[in-house]
């Protein structure tokens, strides 16, 4: 399984970021980040249909994750970044049936498959 993430760069807080998350297959997709110095975390995820999806509480109504699932791509539509938002982001990926419920999308160790990461950083 490959996931190549793309989209990351240096941007203003207030400015938006989309993020690209291109995977060999289809699968429930996840993206996750990890600031300097701090644990990875969970920030958005999407079920195998693209009907339901889930985010952090520090993203919700500012991120928005979707999936074209012709192009096995998921995405991470980013505004009003802030300066807090600076992390590496790293898109996962698991089997459509690896677990069931709705508690494992927040849980990292439920993701089988990761990408190696984009660099997301929000100046003030």
């Known amino acids: 399984v490959q996931l190549q993430a793309s989209g990351g760069g240096l941007v203003q807080a207030g400015d938006s970021l989309r993020l690209s998350c291109a995977a060999s297959?289809?699968?429930?997709m996840g993206w996750f980040r990890q600031a300097p110095g701090k644990e990875r975390e969970f920030v958005a995820a999407?079920?195998?249909?693209?009907?339901?999806?889930y985010y952090a509480d520090s993203v919700k109504g500012r991120f928005t994750i979707s999936r074209d699932n012709a192009k096995n791509t998921v995405y991470l539509q980013m505004n009003s970044l802030k300066p807090e938002d600076t992390a590496v982001y790293y898109c996962?990926?698991?089997?459509?049936?690896?677990?069931?419920?709705?508690?494992?999308?927040?849980?990292?160790?439920?993701?089988?498959?990761w990408g190696q990461g984009t660099q997301v950083t929000v100046s003030s």
């Open positions: 999407i079920s195998w249909s693209g009907g339901s999806t």
């Open positions: 996962a990926a698991r089997e459509r049936y690896y677990v069931s419920g709705s508690v494992y999308y927040y849980q990292e160790s439920k993701y089988e498959y």
């Open positions: 297959g289809r699968y429930i």
